[in-house]
Nanobody, 121 residues
Framework: QVQLVESGGGLVQAGGSLRLSCAASGRTFSYYTMGWFRQAPGKDREFVAR????????YYGDPAKGRFTISTDIAKNTVYLQMNSLKPEDTAVYYCAAGTWSVQEGDYKYWGQGTQVTVSS
């Protein structure tokens, strides 16, 4: 079993930055790829970025390219999503997930509760 707890969401003005954190626990969490997804009101959940604990392989989805950075701190069992140059369309609930090397939410077995990010114009 893997437990994931997100934090760091909030209200920010357009052009600002936020750093989301995802604290992982459980015996096998390091075996999984860690992903960030987001879901805006009335829209499907979409892939943002993923990273592996071991070789730190990274892949970004279109929403993240050029503005977001995913990283890990194995000593703290934490995955981060640094978000810069935020836009109102980045407003969503952001979820941390643990799964396989995929962009599909169905391939992620464990999910956090989500953290709200609101970007004002």
């Amino acid at each position: 079993q893997v437990q994931l707890v997100e934090s760091g969401g909030g209200l920010v003005q357009a052009g600002g930055s936020l750093r989301l954190s995802c604290a992982a626990s459980g015996r096998t969490f390091s075996y999984y790829t860690m992903g960030w997804f987001r879901q805006a009101p009335g829209k499907d959940r979409e892939f943002v970025a993923r990273v592996t604990w071991g070789d730190h392989s990274i892949y970004y989805g279109d929403p993240a390219k050029g503005r977001f950075t995913i990283s890990t701190d194995i000593a703290k069992n934490t995955v981060y999503l640094q978000m810069n140059s935020l836009k109102p369309e980045d407003t969503a609930v952001y979820y941390c997930a643990a799964g396989t090397w995929s962009v599909q939410e169905g391939d992620y077995k464990y999910w956090g509760q989500g953290t709200q990010v609101t970007v004002s114009s």
